[in-house]
Structure formats: structure tokens, C-alpha cells
């Protein structure tokens, strides 16, 4: 049989000008790696002035043509889902695929494998004693796993057959065809570094039917197996000619640094090519100025406002639970606030409104906000929600009946057909509505959105599913809804979106990846982000077999392939005059340069490259730029740390009002007091799942506690039951008010396995502290029984305690101005005819002396100081079932007081409190304070406030 002819081109040539140059025949096919490679070569071949018959093709383009199909071939999405419809019941429970989103990783493996098979020419019942006479036998696991491929390949080919379809991965099973080929006398391979076998095949049968094959390759002919057509392995001084080239590798600590660096040689050499390493796309993309960079202005649609309206609404029904006891549709209030968060959304569900954008999603986000510390966790669709007794429930209203609105019409969806008419329709979804000004003004996204509408409603048509409710698993329809939107979005994903805005005539430099650069040749070219794992790229476990089993079958390994990416990479930096490397170190975060650099370093001359080790700077000439200073508000010099705020008479707080919660704020960390009391920064929770916190829990408790006894209260407590039997005669009452239909807690308590654990196990444990407090309680007082009176939390006697009390004059402490105190116990016991005061606090965590004390000044002492001996103050801890009292939470002596001097002594507290804010400010004491529960803030920012 003939062999191919070869040319070996040096890498001082330009290797397209040679192969157009060197067009051996009339009728000739040139054949190249990429579709930029074989731009180039005809750029090039039409500037020559000839008539020859030369085509310019892609070697992908060359084997679709070899194998056309008879059948409408299936691809991308159809494909995945005709593989989810013809696994059996078998196979699903193999792989533990439950519904179709749980087939989608299955299906890329089983479909790169089958490709990966049929262009490496392995047959699907390949030898197994070829791999463990080599040393690398198939496991058990490996074996069944096989076995369930070829199985589902089998069923996969059958269900397609019956309707009509074809795959690729059977396309190449019956040969290929060369009479595409009979209009070329000779056929050229330009320098494609790697063959399949497939690829190999497609040579020698061109060589069998008379063809004129001529392959070449850009490296020396000592490297390259001609009857094999590979190349052996090989370092950079094999490569290496001799040539002066000038290439400097620049060694940055970090990202910034080397754009930093980068920027400064563009800017200084006449470089017009920046070569990325990086798969993909990046996205510091989008930060270089278009002006200077020839940038691509398409985005994914998953960046556009049509996008994020659709995953949002995905978002929300996936979050949507069904309340299983009243049949509701629950939305937990921290996704809907995630909702509200995406702008474009809420401006589409809030455009009726009068208010701007911004306006309209602040007020909305404040009541949300105002809810969730309130321990909303729930809204229901039906809108009962907003007929509850908190202000802020009929005030969200306004903000949120559309949105549920929204989510009701798209849970009506069970059909494709239902979702692509909802589209534009006069009651549907209005695209035009929530595109960007500059969506509408500058892209496609109209064309590009409706095109893909259109391609996703073949679906229905294709009969590859029979029935969505089957298919997509579906305990109501609000679920299957959510699969089909999932599933629209999928489909969409993989599209992109151009923008065009201005032309610019100026040259600009372009950005373009390794990959691309093959066979192209350049004068000047910068080479950015080479580490290790980026090139050569990270190593990967592959699917189902071992490197030394793939290496065995004939299939890719990971160490053909970091050969590919060193023969791309040196083969430019070699055949380009003059070369920028920026590569990173950074020995801290585990940043090391690429090895393909490193060799580069120690096998070239001395003179061949030079290494510059680049400084980490340039951030003050950036925030220069991007913050311009403001002189209107200095720092004050005096601050002696960053997390500190000095106090201002009269600036600050004008009268100040103590409650126990501020004032152990105060105590203990007084720039988180500045945050919340004089700044008013929202304290905005952190959003989390739904469930049950420790302050839900804690106010239920509290809440269980105050209902025994104002269910008492209600009857006549005297003639029916002692304090004692209390929790036991009202429990069936206060579990009712708490978990009844119509409770208040109904929006406020997780709907999951959370409420059972509550139900079950921790309601009967806050039951028994009940239970013995209160027989604790009548054994303290068992005489006084017949004449104590209750005043459990909320329950007030007069208009005086609910306002604030003076506690201190201005003359009376450092900062100069009246402070008041307030205070709200939870429980008050007073004897009908005597002068014995009881307060109690419940726990479910930590007390503290200081709140029992400013309890008993502000609702007896600061009135009647002769009460201070007759008044008992006791912290009670609901989960122990232990009652401390006042002397035994103080520190240290200070249980040696006598109750006149305790007084005076937290008089001294106070006042040592505020003088400490005088002298040295509003100082952070916990550096760490909860950053994630405040809004994102700067220094200056409190300084204006």
C-alpha cells in the first residue's frame, strides 16, 4: 500500500505561507486542525493571483461529510432525552437515576465514550485478556458497569430506530464513504499534531483509492513515527533551533499583579496578540476596554435579564413546599427575598408601582427584612398571610401579590406546549418587559431568545416522550411545572447573546486562546495566566477506566494530552520573534508555575530568556481612579484603631435610653451599639433555610410560658385550679394557640421534619420546665397563694410602664445628657397585701445580673427605693429547669451586698460604661463581629451618619 508523503517544516517558517506556497496539484483539499488555522491559509491563498481548485476544510468537517446520515441525526438535549426515555428499570436503578435532571452527567459520559470508541476504532466487545495480561484487569464494578453501557447502547439504538432518528455514535459503524473525495487529486494534512485512528483510516483509504495524500508537521522529522503517524516525546531544547528569539517570563504573585504588568508592556511594545490559557471564557474579559482590546461583546444568555427572570421563577417553585395537614402552598420568605434581590425580576413584577426601580426594591427588601426578624419564615399563595395581625403582613401585600401571582400562572404549566404559549401572550409572560434598555437597544436577544423558543417547542412533536407527567416525576403539578421550566432552561443555556455598539477603526489587540493559535503565526505575542493545572491543565479521574487500562485500549490518557498542550504552547513561543510570559507563584496560596514554563527556563540558552520577578503593586493608582477622594469627611487622628468611632457631644445621641439588651451592647462591644442605636444600621439576618433558630425557639418558649398564664387569667383562677396545675389544665389551650390553624406561629414555624422534632420531643420538654416551675413557684410561696396577682409579659396596668424612666441626670454621668432606662419583664408577681415584688426571666440560653437589675429599678426601685429590700428578682432556665436568683449570677463579692448597696453599685456600672465611650470612643472589642448580618459599609459611611 502507498504511505503518505511528509514535509517537515522548521520552526523558524511561517507554516501557512509554506503549505499555501507548496499546493502541490490543481485540485487539492487542504485539511487543518482548527476552523482559525484554516481561516488563515485562505486569507493568505487569496492573495495569491490563481485559479487552482483548492478547497479549505476543518478535519470535523471532512468526517461529517464521510458520514451523512439517512435519518434526521439527534444532538445536544434530544438526544439526552431519548437516552432518559429508553432506560429500563434495570439500568435506572444501576446508576440510581430517579428522574431525567439525574441522567444528564450519565448521558455526557455515555456519549463521550461511544465517540471516544468509534474515533479510536475500539470495538465495543474489545478483548478483556489484553488488559490483565498488560497488568491492568477490569474490576467486577468495571465489568457490570460496561455491561450496563452496552445494554442501554443497545436500547438507546432500538428506541431511536422505531422513531425515525439516528445518533452519531452509529454513524461510523457501517464505514465511510470517499466519493466526496473525487474531485481532489491530492488531499493536504497540515501539521495536526495528534491522529485518531479513525483519522488514520480516512489516510490510508485515500492513499487506496489513488489519492495524492501529502501530511505535515511543524517539528523535527526525528520526533515523528511516520507509520503510526504520532509524535514521540520530546523536550524544548528538541524543538529548540537555535533561533534568536527574545522571551521574557514574567513571574507575578497574583492575578492582579500580572495585568498589572501586562498592561504596562502593552502599552510600552507594539504587541497586537495576548494569548489565554485558560479553557473557556474568562470573565475579566469584560473589564478590558473594547477600545484597546478586540473583546468578544457576547455574553451567555444566562447573563441576561430574560435568563434570570426564568431562573428565578425556577428558584422560587422549586422552593415552594405544600403544606401536607391544610393542603397550602408555602413560600419560605428568605427565598423570596433571594428573589426580590435579582433587580431585573422584581422591576418586571413591580413595574404597576409608582414608585422608581430603586425605590420599589428597597421598601421591598425592608419589609421583608422587618418580617424575618419577626420569625416569618412562610407566605402562603393564597395571600391569608397578608390578613394577619403584624403591620408589616399588610404591608407586604403590595410588594408581593404579584409575585405570587406570577408563580400561580406558571404552576398551571403540565405541557411544553402550555410554557412556549405563555410567551407573549396578553395575560402570560411580556419579553419586552423585562429586557435591559441596552438589551433592547444593542444585542440579538430578541432573535436568539425566540429562535430557541421555537427550536425547545419541537420537542412535543418529536414523540420521543410520550407523557411529561411520566417523565418527569411529579408528586403535584407544581413539580412537574418546575421540571419543565428546568428543563427549558437547560436548553437554552448553552446560547449566547452579541451586543453591537461601536465600530472602531483603530487597530486593537486581540485575545485568543491556546488552542487557536495552532499552525498561526505571529511577530509579538503575550502569553498570560501559565500555572500549573491551568497548563498543562489539572489531571482528572476519567470515567469507568484507568489510565493504564486506556493507554492499553488505544483511548486518549492525560499523558497524550499534556503532550498536545506542550507541543501548542512551545511550538508558538519558538516560532514567535518575540515572547511575554506572565506566569504566577505564589508559594503562600499554593500557586506554581507552569511546568512547561520552568522547562523552558532550564533546557534554552542562557540568553534565550530572561526572568523577571514582577512587584505586587498598583492598588493605590487604582482605588484613585476608582474613588476619588472626599475631603469633606477627615478620619479623625484620634481614633487609635480602625474599628473605632470617636464619641461627639451632642452629635451622636442626644438622651440616651437604656433597655437590658442595649445596654449589655453598650458593655461589651460598643461599635456594634454605634451600628444598631446611633448609625441605625439595619441589622438586615443573614438569610438562611427555614427552621427552627435558637431566637424562634427562644420566643416560643417564652410564648408558652406567658399563655398558661394568661389562660388563667382569663378564667377565675382561684376557684378552679391551683398555679401549681397550670400548665397541665391549660396545655391542650396553649399547644392549640401555638399550632392551630389560625396561630399566629402558623407562618412563623418550619413545615418540614423540624416541626415534628419540635411537636414531639422539645414541646414536652418545655411543657415539664413549665410544669416544675410553677409547682416551684407554689412551694416558695405557699401562703401567699390566695393574694398574689400575675403580670406575665404584654400584660401592662398602667400607661407609666410603658414608657421610659429617667435614670440618670446630665450632671450625673460623663456624657452630659439624660439617660433613661426600660424595661419589659416576662413575668411580675406582687402580693396583694404585703410589699414582696417577684420578677422572673426566662432562658433558653445565657442571663446576666445587669437585666434583673435594671428590671427591678424600673419598674419599683426608681420610684420607691424603700422597695429594694422586699423585691426578688430570679432567672429562670427553661431547658435546665433551674432558677438562679439575682445573687447568684453577680461576679465575685459583689453577692455580698446588701440590696441598697447592689443598687449604687450598678449606678457605678452605668456611669464607668459611658465615661469608657467618652474617653475612648465607640470601639470594636469583637473584631468579627457579625459581618454578614450588615449591610456592606464603610468607615466613611458612619462618619457621615
Known amino acids: 500500500m502507498n504511505q503518505p508523503q511528509f514535509r517537515f517544516i522548521s520552526l523558524q517558517e511561517n507554516l501557512l505561507e509554506t503549505v499555501v506556497d507548496e499546493i502541490p496539484v490543481q485540485d487539492a483539499l487542504l485539511v487543518f486542525p482548527t476552523e482559525m488555522s484554516r481561516k488563515a491559509a485562505m486569507r493568505l491563498f487569496q492573495t495569491r493571483i490563481n485559479f487552482r481548485n483548492v478547497q479549505f476544510m476543518t478535519i470535523e468537517r471532512v468526517k461529517e461529510l464521510l458520514f451523512l446520515a439517512d435519518r434526521p441525526v439527534l444532538r445536544e438535549e434530544k438526544r439526552t432525552l431519548a437516552l432518559y426515555a429508553s432506560l429500563d428499570k434495570a439500568s435506572r436503578e444501576y446508576f440510581k437515576i430517579n428522574s431525567y435532571f439525574q441522567s444528564i452527567e450519565l448521558a455526557k459520559q455515555f456519549f463521550d465514550l461511544w465517540n471516544e470508541f468509534a474515533e479510536e476504532g475500539v470495538p465495543e466487545d474489545f478483548n478483556a485478556d489484553r488488559l ?35 445518533d452519531t455514535i452509529f454513524l461510523q459503524e457501517s464505514g465511510f ?32 483509492d489513488g489519492r495524492h495524500v501529502l501530511v505535515y508537521f511543524q517539528m523535527p522529522e526525528h520526533l515523528v513515527d511516520r507509520e503510526n503517524l504520532t509524535a514521540r516525546a520530546f523536550s524544548c531544547k528538541d524543538l529548540y533551533s537555535g533561533r534568536s528569539n527574545k522571551i521574557t517570563a514574567h513571574i507575578c504573585k497574583n492575578e492582579f499583579s500580572m495585568f498589572v504588568t501586562l498592561f504596562r508592556i502593552l502599552q510600552n511594545h507594539p504587541i497586537q496578540n495576548v494569548v489565554q490559557v485558560r479553557s473557556g471564557r474568562n470573565g475579566y474579559n469584560r473589564f478590558l476596554s473594547p477600545e484597546k482590546f478586540r473583546v468578544d461583546l457576547s455574553v451567555a444568555i ?31 420568605i428568605p427565598a423570596l427575598v433571594q428573589a426580590l434581590q435579582h433587580r431585573e425580576f422584581y422591576r418586571y413584577v413591580s413595574s404597576h408601582m409608582p414608585w422608581d426601580d430603586q425605590t420599589r426594591l428597597q421598601r421591598a427588601l425592608d419589609c421583608m427584612h422587618g418580617l424575618i426578624d419577626g420569625h416569618y419564615q412562610y407566605i402562603d399563595l393564597d395571600g391569608h398571610f397578608f390578613h394577619g395581625g403584624h403591620p408589616l403582613q399588610k404591608e407586604a401585600a403590595q410588594y408581593i401579590e404579584p409575585v405570587l401571582s406570577l408563580l400561580q400562572m406558571f404552576m398551571r404549566i403540565d405541557d411544553i406546549g402550555k410554557l412556549t404559549d405563555l410567551i407573549d401572550d396578553d395575560r402570560g409572560i411580556q419579553l419586552q418587559k423585562m429586557l435591559t434598555d441596552d438589551e433592547k437597544e444593542f444585542s440579538d436577544i430578541k432573535d436568539v431568545f425566540y429562535h430557541a423558543l421555537a427550536d425547545f417547542s419541537v420537542l412535543a412533536e418529536l414523540a420521543i416522550v410520550d407523557d411529561w407527567q411520566s417523565f418527569l416525576p411529579a408528586d403535584s403539578p407544581l413539580t412537574l411545572a418546575h421540571g419543565l421550566l428546568r428543563l427549558f432552561l437547560d436548553y437554552i443555556k448553552s446560547k449566547r447573546v452579541h451586543f453591537t455598539r461601536i465600530t472602531y477603526d483603530t487597530p486593537r489587540i486581540d485575545l485568543t486562546h491556546l488552542q487557536d493559535t495552532r499552525n498561526l503565526h505571529y511577530d509579538r505575542i503575550a502569553i498570560i495566566h501559565l500555572t500549573e493545572d491551568a497548563l498543562p491543565s489539572g ?83 487604582l482605588y484613585a481612579l476608582l474613588i476619588p477622594p472626599d475631603h469633606s469627611c477627615p478620619v479623625p487622628q484620634q481614633s487609635d484603631g480602625f474599628f473605632s468611632l470617636p464619641y461627639e457631644p451632642g452629635r451622636d445621641i442626644e438622651r440616651l435610653c437604656l433597655t437590658p439588651y442595649r445596654f449589655k451592647t453598650l458593655k461589651e462591644n460598643p461599635f456594634e451599639y454605634y451600628l444598631r442605636h446611633v448609625a441605625h444600621v439595619p441589622d438586615h439576618l443573614q438569610l438562611t433555610d427555614v427552621g427552627l433558630p435558637p431566637r424562634l425557639f427562644g420566643v416560643l418558649a417564652h410564648d408558652y ?16 385550679c391551683s398555679i401549681g396545675e397550670i400548665p397541665d389544665r391549660y396545655q391542650d389551650r396553649v399547644r392549640a394557640y401555638l399550632f392551630g390553624d389560625n396561630s399566629e406561629y402558623y407562618f412563623k414555624l418550619p413545615h418540614n421534619h423540624e416541626r415534628i422534632y419540635l411537636q414531639e420531643i422539645m414541646l414536652p420538654a418545655i411543657h415539664d420546665s413549665c410544669r416544675a416551675f410553677f409547682q416551684d413557684l407554689e412551694r416558695r410561696l405557699p401562703k401567699e397563694m390566695a393574694n398574689i396577682r400575675l403580670f406575665p409579659e404584654k400584660e401592662y396596668v398602667s400607661r407609666a410602664e410603658r414608657e421610659a424612666k429617667l435614670y440618670l441626670r446630665s450632671d450625673e454621668n460623663a456624657m452630659g445628657i439624660d439617660v433613661d432606662i426600660l424595661g419589659r419583664a416576662d413575668l411580675r408577681i406582687e402580693l396583694a397585701n404585703g410589699p414582696k415584688k417577684y420578677i422572673v426571666d426566662y432562658k433558653t440560653g445565657k442571663g446576666n445580673y445587669s437585666q434583673l437589675l435594671l428590671y427591678q429599678l424600673y419598674y419599683y426601685v ?55 465611650v467618652v474617653e475612648n470612643g465607640f470601639k470594636a472589642t469583637r473584631l468579627g463581629y457579625r459581618e454578614s448580618a450588615v449591610h456592606e459599609i464603610t468607615r466613611i459611611d458612619l462618619m457621615k451618619s
Not at 530572561?610 to 492598588?619: K, L, N
Not at 432556665?877 to 451586698?897: F, H, Q, T, V, W
Request: glycine content about 4%; aromatic content about 14%.
Open 862 to 916: 426608681l420610684d420607691d427605693p424603700a422597695l429594694a429590700d422586699y423585691v426578688y428578682c430570679y432567672l429562670y432556665r427553661i431547658l435546665e429547669k433551674e432558677c438562679d436568683s439575682l445573687y447568684k449570677l453577680l461576679p465575685g463579692s459583689r453577692n455580698k451586698l446588701n440590696a441598697h448597696q447592689l443598687i449604687e453599685f450598678f449606678r457605678d456600672e452605668v456611669r464607668t460604661v459611658l465615661a469608657d
Open 302 to 332: 444566562q447573563e441576561t435579564s430574560v435568563y434570570r427572570f426564568f431562573a428565578t421563577v425556577l428558584n422560587l417553585l422549586k422552593e415552594v413546599i405544600m403544606e401536607g395537614k391544610r393542603g397550602k402552598r408555602l413560600l419560605p
Open 132 to 166: 490483565a495480561s498488560a497488568g491492568a484487569e477490569l474490576l467486577p464494578w468495571q465489568r457490570q458497569t460496561f455491561d450496563q453501557l452496552k445494554h442501554i447502547k443497545a436500547r438507546y439504538r432500538e428506541f431511536i430506530g422505531v422513531r425515525g432518528f439516528i
Open 539 to 621: 489531571r482528572k479521574v476519567p470515567f469507568l477506566f484507568t489510565e493504564k487500562q486506556r493507554q492499553v485500549l488505544g483511548l486518549k490518557t492525560y499523558d497524550d494530552v499534556r503532550l498536545w498542550e506542550k507541543y501548542y504552547f512551545e511550538r508558538l513561543v519558538l516560532n514567535t520573534p518575540d515572547v511575554h510570559l506572565f506566569a504566577l507563584k505564589n508559594i503562600d496560596k499554593d500557586v506554581e508555575t507552569s511546568s512547561f514554563v520552568e522547562e523552558l527556563m532550564l533546557q534554552l540558552p542562557p540568553h534565550g530568556l530572561d526572568r523577571v520577578e514582577e512587584p505586587d503593586t498598583g492598588y493605590s493608582d
Open 705 to 720: 410560658f406567658n399563655r398558661c398564664i394568661h389562660e388563667f387569667l382569663r378564667d377565675d383562677p382561684l376557684t378552679l
Open 177 to 208: 464513504e470517499l466519493s466526496f473525495f473525487q474531485s481532489y487529486t491530492s488531499v493536504v494534512f497540515v501539521n495536526q499534531f495528534y491522529y485518531t485512528q479513525l483519522e488514520k483510516e480516512i489516510i490510508h483509504g485515500l492513499l487506496r
